[in-house]
Structures are given as C-alpha cells and as structure tokens.
C-alpha cells in the first residue's frame, strides 16, 4: 500500500508540474515505447514468414525426393493432388 500511495504521489505531483519540461520528456519516451512496439512486431512478423517459407521449401524438397524414387512403390502419382499430410508435412497450409 506503500507503494502505491508514493506512487499516485509521484503521478499528482507530475501533473502540477507546470514547467514543461515533463512534456517534454512524456513525448520523448512515449515515442522511444511506440517506435520499441512497432519494431517488436515487424521482427515477429518476418520471423513468422521466414518460418513459413522454410516449411514450403521443405515440403517441396520431400516432394521433389519422393517422386523421383523409382523404387519406391509409395510414388507419387502424376496428376493427383496431395495434402500436406500426405507429403509428410504441416497439416496448416502455409497461405493462411
């Protein structure tokens, strides 16, 4: 409760302050923590696509392998559609 109490202390005398200068200093942190979120975003948003995009490439790959082994009687079969269980892969398509 201590805390607290000293804490909406701080947050009153802040709004009294009449010099300016905590304006000032709320704009500039304000835009520190808003330019801080939108670049925690972006990061987690690129890393979403380069995760998505290795899993295409991986399944292509099992694809490609896969239908290019001619002793396997499990081949591919030319003009029918897999899944992505089928392929071994993520049942999620990677468009969503």
Do not use: C, H
Request: net charge negative; proline share 1%; glycine share 6%.
């Amino acid at each position: 409760m201590k805390l607290y109490n000293l804490a909406i202390n701080r947050l009153r005398s802040y709004r009294k302050d009449t010099s300016g200068s905590m304006a000032a200093m709320w704009a500039v942190a304000g835009l520190a923590i808003i330019t801080t979120v939108g670049a925690a975003y972006d990061v987690s948003q690129v890393s979403k696509a380069k995760q998505m995009a290795q899993i295409a490439a991986d399944n292509m790959a099992l694809t490609a392998s896969v239908a290019v082994d001619f002793d396997n009687e499990d081949r591919f079969e030319d003009g029918k559609a897999y899944s992505y269980r089928e392929l071994g892969g993520p049942s999620k398509d990677f468009t969503d």
